[in-house]
């Protein structure tokens, strides 16, 4: 499937609705746009909120700055 869209003269773009479907992305999610050597690759990362990141806490890890990071990239802490 290949979507394309415009960029307005504000420099922004709209996400196609089958994509933000497809990724369930919305408000507050965050588009991380990452040069490679043939383009650029494209991920979303989602709104991190207080019920994610509940119970997801296990180990000894205690320095909040370093868990917030992990949280917000999805990974398990």
Do not use: C, Y
Not at 1 to 7: A, D, G, V
């Amino acid at each position: 499937m290949m979507t394309e869209t415009k960029i307005s003269k504000g420099f922004q773009t709209v996400v196609p609705a089958e994509i933000r479907k497809k990724f369930k992305v919305g408000p507050g999610d965050v588009l991380e746009w990452i040069p490679t050597e043939n383009g650029v690759e494209l991920k979303f990362r989602k709104k991190v909120i207080i019920e994610d990141i509940l119970g997801m806490v296990e180990g000894p890890e205690t320095d909040a700055v370093k868990l917030k990071k992990k949280a917000q990239r999805g990974e398990k802490i």
